[in-house]
């Protein structure tokens, strides 16, 4: 909405004004996707929280596999072993499901992290080089149509490319 305000307002201008406006387009979701320095991010983050997932899925393995025990045997165990037995896998159940939470929003929280840090490159280099190319208008979402020509995604991502990845 805001875009077709201010496309609209800049077609306003004069004539002489209009002829030298330059307006360019970025797919701005592709450009984020495809730079390296997002592919760096997803990286780190994997890096970083891998090990933390494999740690969870063993200990998620472990408890199947003492509830499986737990029925296998309940047959042979005083009710009072079956009690404890059924206590202290609801507590490990429960410290798992703790501990998987807190993963999960741990990795969410450094996600959105990282994430943030990349568009906000990706939004420097885009103004950068608007400002460098003498762009009066970029233009990222809310676009039905744009010519070819205007499309500046393919050289920006060249020049995300061209910088090193950020963490």
């Not at 592919?39 to 596999?65: I, T």
């Not at 400002?131 to 020049?159: E, F, R």
């Amino acid at each position: 909405m805001i875009a077709a305000g201010l496309l609209v307002t800049a077609l306003a201008v004069s004539g002489a004004q209009a002829a030298t406006l330059k307006i360019g387009v970025v797919n701005y979701g592709v450009l984020v996707q495809s730079s390296p320095q997002y592919k760096a991010a997803l990286a780190a983050l994997r890096a970083e929280f891998l090990p933390k997932q494999k740690h969870l899925a063993a200990v998620a393995k472990s408890l199947r596999a003492k509830q499986q025990n737990l029925v296998r045997n309940q047959a042979t165990m005083t009710q009072d072993q079956v009690a404890q037995a059924e206590l202290d896998l609801r507590e490990r159940v429960e410290a798992f499901r703790k501990e998987s939470a807190q993963t999960e929003q741990a990795l969410s929280t450094r996600r959105d992290e990282l994430f943030t840090k990349v568009q906000k490159a990706v939004a420097e280099v885009v103004q950068h080089y608007a400002v460098q190319h003498g762009y009066n208008l970029v233009l990222a979402s809310g676009v039905i149509y744009a010519d070819s020509g205007m499309d500046l995604t393919p050289v920006l991502l060249k020049v995300l490319k061209a910088q090193p990845p950020a963490h």
